[in-house]
């Protein structure tokens, strides 16, 4: 009689993957890397599956039935203890919580990845004349280009946090001809992301900032309507170009998933490329007399 495993071929692929992978990252470290007594003196590349259990404090069996790809239970704390052992990254971390069939973890940034920011910076400035501005995973502003500033007013002195400046921001609400539309959305995209972390703080401190800046949010919030992040239509009324069609599209970068790109491209209507390009040029620039706020 066939058992589970021999039954579905796409659990005996994930298990083989996981054979190998356990096998190749347990071969990748030392025995002085592991901080093994002997370390400096074994010419063995890469530690013996009873040293791997040893120092993650499981049972041997256990780790041989684990790396061999057998079916059995694991648990994110035990896996936890064999990544840290195997020196996994945050990408293989998740990896092996894939292969053993739980649901991974969060995406971290790798120690490498955490500089980007010069690379992101040429994005969104390679994005003018339209504007593109980057967010962290609360929604706090980290970088705009000079589009985002003149089109969508933001600016160092006031820009915090765009769910809050989106409520509490007077003047941008008000060159919103659609805002009581688009608020049902932008706050159903902002509860899909505190869904990704349940037990954030950060998301919290959010959240309780904008209940008590603002009724509107609040009663928004309390309808728990969710919504993945993906591109909402805005029609900005902008006090020199006048009226401006625009698609604001989300993005992620997987090497730095605490961050989200946010681009804004022009529609056809109301011939905002036009408009966009006149914005950023020395002519616009000069009739901006004032810092605008949307």
Not at 87 to 92: M, V
Request: proline content about 8%; hydrophobic content about 40%; overall charge neutral.
């Amino acid at each position: 009689m066939a058992t589970a495993v021999e039954g579905d071929p796409a659990k005996r692929h994930r298990l083989a993957e996981l054979r190998e992978f356990l096998r190749s990252r347990r071969a990748r470290v030392t025995p002085a890397e592991a901080g093994l007594p002997d370390g400096g003196r074994r010419r063995t590349p890469g530690l013996r599956r009873e040293e791997v259990a040893v120092l993650a404090g499981v049972g041997v069996s256990w780790y041989q039935w684990l790396e061999q790809g057998r079916d059995i239970t694991v648990s994110p704390q035990v896996l936890d203890s064999v990544a840290r052992v195997l020196r996994l990254s945050p990408a293989e971390r998740r990896h092996l919580y894939v292969l053993a069939g739980l649901n991974p973890p969060a995406l971290e940034p790798a120690p490498e990845d955490r500089d980007m920011c010069q690379g992101l910076r040429r994005l969104i400035d390679a994005w003018m004349p339209f504007p593109a501005h980057i967010m962290d995973v609360y929604w706090n502003a980290v970088m705009y280009n000079d589009a985002a500033a003149a089109v969508l007013g933001m600016r160092s002195d006031t820009t915090r946090n765009c769910l809050i400046d989106f409520f509490t921001d007077e003047r941008y609400r008000a060159r919103m001809p659609g805002w009581e539309e688009l608020a049902p959305k932008v706050v159903a995209q902002f509860r899909s992301a505190c869904s990704e972390c349940p037990d954030d703080d950060g998301f919290r401190a959010v959240v309780e900032e904008a209940k008590a800046a603002s009724a509107e949010f609040a009663a928004l919030w309390e309808r728990r309507d969710v919504r993945p992040g993906g591109q909402n239509r805005k029609e900005i009324d902008h006090p020199l170009a006048g009226l401006l069609v625009v698609e604001a599209t989300q993005l992620r970068v997987p090497a730095r998933p605490d961050l989200v790109i946010v681009l804004h491209t022009p529609l056809p209507e109301a011939d905002t490329a036009r408009k966009l390009e006149w914005l950023v040029s020395p002519e616009g620039r000069r009739g901006a007399m004032h810092p605008l706020a949307g």
